[in-house]
C-alpha cells in the first residue's frame, strides 16, 4: 500500500503536514496519532516512523481503505497490468517529493538542506532506484523497457508523471528545468561519470560531455558532494567514478553550471556499468 509523505492534521484543511517533521517532532503528536487523515480523499491515515525509526511515513489504517476515486487506489491499480513485476508494485507505491512545496517552508539554508538530504537519500530512495533499474533494459543503452514507458507515478500534489518523463540524459533534464517555474527538476539522471574533483573540500564528479547531440549529453552536468556530506560518502566516490550510473534526485543549475546534490551515494546512486 502507498506511503504518504504528507497528510491532514486534526481536519485543518489548509495546512498539510510532512511525516518528517512530525517525526521531528513525535512527542507532540503521540497521543494523537489517529487524527491524520488523506490529504485526498479525507479517510483516516496513520503516522508511522518506518523501520528503525528510519522512515517516517503515512499509511493506511487495518481495514481502512482510501476513497474509490482518491488518486492511490487509481495509481495503484496499475500493479494489476503488471502482476508478476515485484518492482512495480514499489514504484507506483513510492510518492515522489515536489520540489515547490520543499521550498516553501524552509525557515534556514541548514534546515532546509537537512530535510532534503532525508527526502532524497532515506533508504526509501535506494529502493526506489533499486527497482527502476530492474526495469530497464541493458541490451539497448539501459533505456525503459517500453512496457514501463508509460508507467504513473505519483507526485506530492497528486499530480502524476510518466516513467519516461523521470529519467533522462543530461540535455533532456536541463531541458526540463529550463521549463520548470522553480527551475530545478525532480528527476533521475543516467549519465557517464568521470574521475572525481575536490573543490575547496567539495566534491565535483563531472559527467562526460560530447558534441554529438545524439548522446544527449552537450551539456555540462556534474554530481555533486558538499563538504559536509562529503566525509560520509568518501569511501563510495571511486566505485561510480568513470562508470554509467542513474543517481535519483533534484536537479537546479546555478553559477557553477547544472548538478544534482548528492547527500547520500548508497542510497542515490547505483552503477549500471564500470568503464574502469
Ligand atoms: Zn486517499
Redesign the pocket.
Known amino acids: 500500500m502507498s506511503r504518504m509523505s504528507h497528510a491532514i492534521y486534526f481536519n485543518r484543511k489548509q495546512t498539510y503536514l510532512c511525516a518528517l517533521d512530525v517525526d521531528g517532532e513525535f512527542h507532540k503528536y503521540e497521543k494523537t496519532r489517529d487524527k491524520f487523515t ?1 490529504i ?2 479525507g ?1 483516516k491515515v496513520q503516522f508511522s516512523r518506518g523501520k528503525e525509526h528510519n522512515d517516517p511515513h503515512f499509511k493506511n489504517w487495518p481495514l481502512t481503505s ?2 474509490n476515486n ?1 488518486v ?1 487506489p487509481i495509481i495503484e491499480s496499475q500493479k494489476e497490468k503488471h502482476e508478476n513485476v515485484g518492482e512495480v508494485e514499489l514504484l507506483v507505491s513510492t510518492i515522489l517529493p515536489r520540489a515547490k512545496r520543499l521550498n516553501s517552508n524552509q525557515t534556514n539554508l541548514s534546515v532546509n538542506r537537512s530535510k532534503k538530504a532525508r527526502v532524497f537519500a532515506g533508504k526509501r530512495s535506494k529502493k526506489f532506484i533499486y527497482s527502476l533499474i530492474n526495469l530497464l533494459d541493458n541490451k539497448n543503452y539501459f533505456k525503459i523497457k517500453p512496457e514501463f514507458e508509460e508507467l504513473q507515478l505519483l507526485i506530492e500534489d497528486g499530480s502524476t508523471i510518466k516513467l519516461k518523463e523521470l529519467i533522462g540524459s543530461q540535455d533532456e533534464i536541463i531541458e526540463r528545468i529550463e521549463q520548470s517555474q522553480e527551475k530545478r527538476a525532480i528527476c533521475i539522471l543516467r549519465g557517464n561519470t568521470r574521475s572525481a574533483q575536490i573543490i575547496k573540500n567539495n566534491i565535483k564528479i563531472p559527467l562526460t560531455k560530447g558534441n554529438n547531440p545524439i548522446y544527449k549529453n552537450t551539456n555540462d552536468f556534474s554530481l555533486f558532494i558538499s563538504w559536509d556530506y562529503a566525509e560520509k560518502n568518501k569511501e563510495f566516490i571511486k566505485s561510480i567514478e568513470n562508470s554509467l550510473i542513474v543517481c535519483y534526485g533534484e536537479a537546479t543549475t546555478n553559477e557553477f553550471g547544472t548538478q544534482i546534490e548528492v547527500y547520500s551515494i548508497k542510497n542515490q546512486i547505483t552503477l549500471l556499468k564500470k568503464y574502469k
Open positions: 488523506c485526498f480523499c479517510v482510501h476513497k482518491c492511490i
